[in-house]
Nanobody, 127 residues
Framework: QVQLVETGGGLVQAGGSLRLSCAASGRTRSISARGWFRQAPGKEREFVAAINWSGGSTYYADSVKGRFTISRDNTKNTVYLQMNSLKPEDTAVYYC????????????????????WGQGAQVTVSS
């Protein structure tokens, strides 16, 4: 079993920044990828960013490229999402995810490519 705990959500004005953290515990040995997704009211959960745990390759949704950065701390089993230049359309519940199945997926951009999820962190961007 893997447990993911998210911190760092909050309310910020447009143009501001937030940093989300997601710490993994339990049987973390098998984790091969970490990702961030978000879900706004009435919308499907959408991909934000992903990182390959062994190689460190990163992937971003076009909507956040140049503004968001995903990073990792292997010793802490923690992934981060630095969000800069936030826009009102970034408002959503942000979910951390981990793939423990070692799926043969390069980018891990779909929700069903992950099997563990954090509790969600509300990010609200006001204008």
């Amino acid at each position: 079993q893997v447990q993911l705990v998210e911190t760092g959500g909050g309310l910020v004005q447009a143009g501001g920044s937030l940093r989300l953290s997601c710490a993994a515990s339990g049987r973390t040995r098998s984790i091969s990828a970490r990702g961030w997704f978000r879900q706004a009211p009435g919308k499907e959960r959408e991909f934000v960013a992903a990182i390959n745990w062994s190689g460190g390759s990163t992937y971003y949704a076009d909507s956040v490229k140049g503004r968001f950065t995903i990073s990792r701390d292997n010793t802490k089993n923690t992934v981060y999402l630095q969000m800069n230049s936030l826009k009102p359309e970034d408002t959503a519940v942000y979910y951390c995810a981990a793939d423990s199945r070692r799926l043969s997926v390069v980018k891990h951009v779909e929700p069903d490519e992950y099997d563990y999820w954090g509790q969600g962190a509300q990010v609200t961007v006001s204008s």
